[in-house]
T-cell receptor
Framework: KAGVTQTPRYLIKTRGQQVTLSCSPI?????VSWYQQTPGQGLQFLFE???????NKGNFPGRFSGRQFSNSRSEMNVSTLELGDSALYLC?????????????FGQGTRLTVV | QQQVKQSPQSLIVQKGGISIINCAYE??????FPWYQQFPGKGPALLIA?????SEKKEGRFTISFNKSAKQFSLHIMDSQPGDSATYFC??????????FGTGTRLTVIP
């Protein structure tokens, strides 16, 4: 069974630009969550999507947004990039039942903002 | 505010020794406590998880001990091996799929 696939693996963007990251969950998984990982703040929850609806949202500014498609694939978008947005962005997929199920992470997209 | 506090920040253990990583939480609504292992350049990989209705869970060399009254849980790695050298994260969640992570422990196992 294929794991969680994130594309691209690496990105370099300029301040002020926007970026879109993609995540394909494990087949059969309907929930996709996004996390930001930085050396200073660690792993922080961005948002979760289930059945094309945002179910939970972390404490991030509105520049961070996402969506989920009918095939459960998800994208996240960051607009007006800032230097502080440089991070590893991780996607996790799970079956999606509200009573916790295991979450499996992709390898992440390394975003560098210059 | 860090919802899950993890210690130590780094740990050096001799091969064959026991590695112990501790986590504490405040939110009594948390009902799922996983541990993740992360190697450089990789995403976190689920290692083992526990729910508050049990006090201990063992999978191979990895054991989670859970103390509900103290709001603490820990990971024990028995017979630590150099291949276990990685960063370990504890996490907690409330029933939804958003995990609150600890700050991580960098484990180095010396041959």
């Amino acid at each position: 069974k294929a794991g969680v696939t994130q594309t691209p693996r690496y990105l370099i963007k300029t301040r002020g630009q926007q970026v879109t990251l993609s995540c394909s969950p494990i087949s059969g998984h309907r929930s996709v969550s996004w996390y930001q990982q930085t050396p200073g703040q660690g792993l922080q929850f961005l948002f979760e999507y289930f059945s094309e609806t945002q179910r939970n949202k972390g404490n991030f500014p509105g520049r961070f947004s996402g969506r989920q498609f009918s095939n459960s694939r998800s994208e996240m978008n960051v607009s007006t990039l800032e230097l502080g947005d440089s991070a590893l962005y991780l996607c996790a997929s799970s079956l999606g039942h509200l009573k916790n199920t295991e979450a499996f992470f992709g390898q992440g997209t390394r975003l560098t903002v210059v | 505010q860090q919802q899950v506090k993890q210690s130590p920040q780094s740990l050096i253990v001799q091969k064959g020794g026991i590695s112990i990583i501790n986590c504490a939480y405040e939110n009594t609504a948390f009902d799922y406590f996983p541990w993740y292992q992360q190697f450089p350049g990789k995403g976190p990989a689920l290692l083992i998880a526990i729910r508050p209705d049990v006090s201990e869970k063992k999978e191979g060399r990895f054991t989670i001990s859970f103390n509900k009254s103290a709001k603490q849980f820990s990971l024990h790695i028995m017979d630590s091996q150099p291949g276990d050298s990685a960063t370990y994260f504890c996490a907690a969640s409330t029933g939804a799929n958003n995990l609150f992570f600890g700050t991580g422990t960098r484990l180095t196992v010396i041959p």
